[in-house]
């Protein structure tokens, strides 16, 4: 039986897009059981009025249960209110201060269930002169500078895919289990916070070491000569990437897979810090070899050589990977969708993602059994106040 580390925690998921819901797919994914709160009828809006056959909202929901009701009502946050003894964890992503004035925050939570870990993912922090901006994926690439970092001197542009949202994700689940080793050696409750400009701060770390050490703004280049790095086109015009960081043993390494040995006595290059100061001199260098041959004859002599190197591979390339394969990294739905699984292993196996995504209100009746009749289950249904998809 595939070991789930969070077999038997329940997570009460309020929110929706990606911050949140990629945070709470990898907990789901340990075995956590995850209940999405959504609003009736067409759900979060990130299902893109396409229920539960967004690819989209199938990436980030796979494996969570729906219960559908309307948070406008005293009906509907009383039933949310009785729920919560029954949960370890509620997380949020609504701007500030939203679920506390419903009576659904913190505190609120801690009276119904003291034990209770709360989390919240907003887009500047819970405090301060930004908190109730609102905030999504682009907005956290621009002001955590990462558009700058990526972009070449003064002319900033936008990214290809995400990654605001997802490091937030990572954040978001990586701050619940902590919260919860905390709550199991205190008892205590626990209150953990994230956000989108805090969790982006994790990928700028170099770039702000950088700024201290070369005492200006770093951009797209500028690490380059530190790490070493190339990415070179090959003669059948495929892409390499290589990386030697300040080894000497893999200079000489590509310098011996290029048969370029003569580089090694070039005072330019032939140690770190030289190399590092004409970096881009050596660049052209380096390309004009690359050009010459084949990736697959460049394959086996960096290989051969033990060179730090990769192939510059496509979304599709990258899915289709032997390595990525061995390694059970991707899950196929019925249609083919690639569902990713966690990025860790536990005793050898990799926890898989479970189920399908969720309709709207596919789990209604059967959260709210819980904590209500089946009489005022079908008066709620038939005021509006909850809805349910069990087709």
């Known amino acids: 039986m595939q070991h789930k580390p969070l077999d038997g925690i329940r997570i009460l998921e309020i929110g929706g897009y990606i911050s949140l819901p990629f945070g709470t797919s990898l ?99 819970s405090s301060g002169p930004l908190a109730n901006r ?117 200079w000489k390494s590509l310098c011996a897979a290029m048969d370029r040995m003569d580089l090694t006595e070039d005072p330019r290059f032939a140690e770190y810090r030289p190399r590092e100061a004409n970096y881009f001199e050596l660049v052209p260098i380096v390309e004009a070899e690359f050009a010459t041959k084949s990736k697959e004859h460049w394959e086996r002599a960096l290989t051969e050589y033990d060179v730090p190197y990769a192939p510059v591979l496509s979304m599709t390339g990258y899915l289709d990977h032997p390595q990525v394969q061995h390694l059970h990294l991707v899950e196929r739905a019925d249609d083919g969708l690639a569902l990713i699984r966690p990025p860790w292993m536990f005793d050898g196996e990799r926890p898989d993602r479970g189920g399908r995504a969720p309709k709207v209100g596919a789990d209604t009746r059967t959260i709210a059994r819980e904590v209500l009749s089946e009489e005022k289950i079908a008066a709620l249904l038939a005021s509006g106040v909850l809805y349910a998809d069990e087709s």
Do not use: W
Request: proline share 6%.
């Open 134 to 250: 609102p905030a999504y994926d682009t907005i956290g690439h621009a002001f955590g500078g990462l558009y700058s970092l990526f972009s070449d001197g003064e002319h900033p542009q936008l990214a290809g895919g995400l990654s605001a949202d997802l490091v937030t994700g990572l954040s978001t689940a990586t701050g619940v289990l902590a919260a919860l080793v905390g709550r199991l050696k205190t008892g205590q409750p626990q209150r953990m916070e994230t956000s989108i400009m805090e969790a982006v701060s994790t990928l700028t770390i170099d770039g702000i070491t950088q700024s201290f050490e070369l005492g200006r703004d770093p951009s797209r280049t500028s690490r380059h000569p530190q790490a070493q790095n190339f990415c070179v086109p090959t003669s059948t015009g495929e892409y390499l990437a290589i990386h030697l960081s300040s080894s000497q043993k893999f």
């Open 27 to 125: 907990l789901c994914a340990l075995g956590a059981e995850v209940v999405k709160v959504e609003k009736p009828v067409t759900g979060e809006d990130f299902r893109r009025h396409q229920n539960d056959r967004s690819p989209y909202f199938r990436q980030y929901n796979t494996g969570k249960h729906s219960l559908s009701v309307d948070l406008k009502t005293p009906e509907g946050v009383a039933l949310v209110k009785a729920l919560v003894p029954h949960f370890d964890v509620v997380l949020e992503n609504m701007r500030p201060g939203k679920l506390a004035a419903l009576g659904l925050g913190p505190e609120d939570c801690r009276e119904l269930r003291p034990d209770i870990v709360y989390g919240s993912v907003t887009g500047f922090g």
